[in-house]
């Protein structure tokens, strides 16, 4: 099986702050992962190396045997942790200009996401909630067609309810047409039944990197196996 995501020894450090040390991973395609770790584990740097937003300073990446560039874009939808949409657009006026901006939009998807997160069309993007800019982030993200999806903390803002039918659409949109799925979150109790390998990072290096199987198979939960990995 090919692989979709590769990392080999990958490092990134800000303002000489080291941020992620020799990261090596290879994720095969189809594949949904769990990118799990507190609030300051270089989750959101991995991703945006992932995408191309930031190039690593030691080792290397490939998506899909691509180099991060604009040529993977095209293959690639990333949902930031924090989404600057434009504030001055409905909703729907944004899903329209989307649906020019990505060749690989799917209608159909929008149609579905828009009715199960119960986006109002006509409201403005600057006056809606944190949990709802979220929202139409993973509409933006799951409405495409992309072969690689990169999640940065899904949930954020979303209320248990929510999280449900987010998850739910998650496996729908991704899970049965096969895509290649990164998540990083620390909110795994929701999320860890979606997840077929879990990778921890543990101040900027992989402290494991194991199947969800392997971890239920000796009689824990991913979020039991997280509270192990993380606790002081």
């Known amino acids: 099986m090919r692989a979709a995501i590769e990392c080999d020894r990958v ?16 994720i095969q395609a189809g594949e949904m992962v769990g990118l799990l770790g507190p609030n300051g584990a270089g989750k959101t740097t991995m991703l945006r190396i992932i995408a191309g937003m930031l190039r690593p300073e030691a080792g290397h990446v490939r998506v899909l045997g691509q180099a991060p560039g604009w040529r993977t874009l095209f293959h690639t939808a990333l949902l930031p942790e924090r989404g600057h949409l434009p504030g001055w657009l409905t909703v729907g006026e944004w899903f329209t200009h989307a649906r020019r901006l990505y060749p690989d939009w799917s209608e159909e998807s929008e ?31 799951l409405a495409r067609r ?5 999640l940065d903390e899904p949930f954020t803002g979303i209320d248990p309810l929510g999280r449900e039918i987010i998850a739910s659409a998650m496996v ?34 992989i402290a494991a990197d194991e199947t969800a199987d392997a971890i239920r198979a000796r009689g824990l939960s991913v979020a039991s196996r997280y509270r192990e990995v993380f606790s002081p």
Do not use: N, Q, W
């Not at 941020?19 to 290879?26: G, V």
């Not at 997840?195 to 990072?201: E, N, P, S, T, Y």
């Open 172 to 205: 729908r949109e991704c899970g049965e047409l096969g895509r290649t799925v990164l998540m990083a979150t620390h909110d795994v109790r929701e999320l860890e039944p979606l997840f077929d390998r879990v990778l921890f990072l543990k101040d900027g290096s």
């Open 146 to 150: 992309a072969e690689v999806v990169l």
């Open 111 to 141: 149609r579905r996401l828009v009715a199960d997160l119960a986006l109002r069309l006509d409201r403005p993007i600057a006056r809606l909630s944190r949990g709802e800019v979220t929202r139409v982030g993973l509409v933006t993200c």
């Open 11 to 26: 490092g990134f450090a800000y303002t000489k702050r080291p941020i992620l040390h020799e990261i090596s991973l290879r």
